[in-house]
């Protein structure tokens, strides 16, 4: 038991720990995902899955996979699929077939597999998963449509490669009884739309029974998870590998029925996710054995060179043409296809089943399998951002801020950011409001920011910061507090002076944003100054004239507004945090006009301040 627990903890602390680095550095997450899980597995020899959990390891594996694929379905907005140009219908309509046509001539012709053993291993292949494909996007820049591409593809194709083998493996077990080709596809096909109505038939009973609170509020999350394993071992039942259909279809639904308790639930979910997604990559890279490195031949080295430049390019460009997809786009999708770990696990089950009919060839599943996740991973995870850029797919190439509430110090504000060369777009709900910022070549959007709409209409991840300014302080933290989770809590700040969690009359910290400026101006004092002058000036600062003589030259009552980091970054000083600017950094204050001028517009010289 304890060494069951030490072993969790470790997984659990080397997953997360993988995630952190490549956060900090940038580098891909799944590529560190599986080499840590590599060297704590067969390298030292710490995680031995197999002697720790037993017979467990397999279903707690199944299921985790399970609820990968329903978050992930979650995250599908029919909406979204729009601007996809049908492309994902392509990929799945035509791209699985030819994708399992031309893997099967791979692994016959370049691999030397026997045809049954090749066509069941091409059809795990015809899938990337969202294992792979979503901690990839998550640091990757890349534009939205080929970026929904992806992760459309990933989580909607995974269950259809699992039917691809088992279609194979039902017929060659069925074979010798007699039983046809199509026989056994009609079976696998009846049995994939009982499963896709399990999911459909949950999704439905969720959606009636949430709204009606025939479910408490500290039940909905419980449920939901509870819900989804019982939809994925109810469909295995029926016939193996179609519960990750269904609870596929089960999210998909989920996520289109617009239920408001999810935008609870999403926080918690997705965290969850992440934790699985670490667990079972380190997991299942800690199960691999060098020993089937032993058969690797030299004609594997060209079946992988074979399935990343020609299967997969092949595969993505006949399904998407004519399509209204721009080339530089089909080109970064036919080259980004990522396989998991997952697809070891997938290849070692059949191996076994294979032998078991006869076909020695199942063993090299798993030496192929182990070669195609590690070529892949590294291939695409440090590639990604190199050949999105070379193409021209990537999106904001400096993210800026997200300013909402037109005001005449908003625009002023907006001004500063784009003098310092930072994007910038205000947001409000009046055209009339946004009159100056339009006038002043300010990108604008017209519309409630909280409206389900802007899901469609803003894409969110250009922004680095968002800045609520509105007239209406508890509107401006409303703002912040829904767009906390997706910006991030240190990066929304808003007007309004800093509330006393002791004083009844004020919002509590965890319901605002950041308060703007050290001393936490409200929204009044903040338009009294503004009309009584006051203007922003920037200063960078240098070796030679520090952040204290900068802060020395200003007038007593001007405020530290924002840094702006050499990298592009901005950090705005509020009463809880008081960043540090360095050399090369630009700091903006907001105090009186030396010269009387509300309308100066300041300049910025090296270790200068200037009004």
């Known amino acids: 038991m304890e060494q069951q627990s030490l072993v969790i903890a470790l997984i659990g602390a080397l997953g997360i720990g993988a995630q952190w680095v490549a956060w900090r550095t940038g580098w891909p997450a799944i590529a560190l995902m599986l080499a840590a899980g590599v060297l704590a597995g067969p390298v030292t020899g710490l995680i031995i899955p197999k002697q720790t959990f037993g017979e467990l390891l397999e279903p707690m594996i ?20 729009r601007k996809t140009e049908g492309a994902v219908i392509r990929l799945m309509t035509i791209g699985i077939p030819v994708g399992w046509l031309l893997g099967a001539l791979a692994c016959y012709y370049v691999a030397g597999l026997v045809w049954p053993v090749a066509i069941l291993f091409a059809g795990i292949l015809v899938v990337t998963g969202p294992t792979v494909v979503i901690p990839l996007l998550r640091q990757s820049n890349i534009a939205p449509r080929p970026r929904a591409i992806l992760k459309w593809e990933a989580i909607v194709n995974d269950p259809f490669g699992a039917l691809c083998a088992v279609i194979t493996y039902e017929y060659l077990r069925r074979v010798d009884e007699g039983g046809t080709l199509l026989s056994v596809v009609a079976a696998l096909l009846a049995a994939a739309l009982v499963s896709g109505l399990i999911g459909y038939g949950m999704a439905r009973a969720i959606a009636w029974a949430f709204p009606r609170g025939h479910v408490p509020e500290y039940l909905k999350a419980p449920v939901l998870l509870v819900a989804v394993i019982g939809t994925f071992t109810l469909s295995n039942l029926i016939q193996q590998e179609t519960g990750l259909l269904a609870v596929t279809v089960m999210g998909v639904a989920v996520a289109n029925m617009r239920l408001d308790s999810l935008r609870d639930i999403h926080p918690f979910k997705e965290n969850v996710t992440v934790l699985l997604i670490s667990g079972v990559f380190v997991l299942l890279s800690a199960s691999l054995d060098f020993s089937v490195l032993r058969s690797f031949e030299w004609r594997f080295a060209a079946f992988l060179l074979a399935l990343l430049l020609l299967v997969r390019p092949a595969t993505v460009l006949l399904a998407l043409a004519f399509s209204k997809i721009p080339w530089n786009e089909r080109l970064l999708i036919a080259w ?3 396989r998991g770990v997952v697809a070891v696990a997938v290849s070692g089950l059949f191996a076994l089943r294979l032998e078991q009919l006869g076909y020695g060839n199942g063993n090299i599943l798993v030496t192929l399998s182990f070669a195609v996740v590690v070529a892949t991973i590294i291939a695409h995870g440090f590639s990604i951002r190199h050949v999105a850029r070379w193409l021209k797919v990537t999106g904001a190439t400096q993210k800026g801020l997200l300013i909402v509430g037109s005001t005449p110090w908003s625009v002023s504000l907006a001004r500063q950011l784009q003098s310092l060369g930072l994007p910038v777009m205000i947001a409000d709900t009046s055209w009339q409001r946004l009159a100056s910022a339009r006038q002043a070549a300010i990108d604008t959007y017209h519309g409630e920011i909280l409206a389900e709409a802007t899901d469609e209409r803003l894409d969110l991840t250009q922004f680095q910061v968002l800045a609520a300014t509105t007239e209406n302080e508890a509107y ?6 829904e767009f906390a989770h997706e910006i991030g809590r240190d990066s929304v700040y808003q007007l309004g002076a800093s509330g006393d969690d002791e004083d009844r009359r004020s919002l509590p910290e965890a319901l605002r944003g ?63 945090a008081r960043p540090t600017p360095q050399s090369g950094d630009v700091v903006v204050s907001y105090g009186p006009s030396r010269h009387g001028d509300p309308n100066a517009s300041p300049s910025i010289q090296a270790g200068v301040s200037v009004a």
């Open 514 to 576: 950041r308060a703007m400026f050290t001393a936490g101006h409200g929204v009044d004092d903040i338009f009294q100054r503004e009309a009584a002058g006051w203007t922003f000036r920037k200063t960078r600062i240098s070796e030679q004239f520090r952040f204290d003589d900068a802060r020395s030259i200003l007038p007593d009552e001007a405020d530290m507004l924002f840094v702006l980091r050499k990298d592009g970054r901005i950090r705005f000083f509020t009463h809880a």
């Open 62 to 81: 199944a299921v985790a996979v399970a609820l990968i694929l329903f978050e992930g379905g979650l995250s599908l907005n029919f909406r979204e699929l």
């Open 476 to 481: 401006n933290a409303l703002v912040c507090s």
């Open 336 to 338: 980004i296809a990522p």
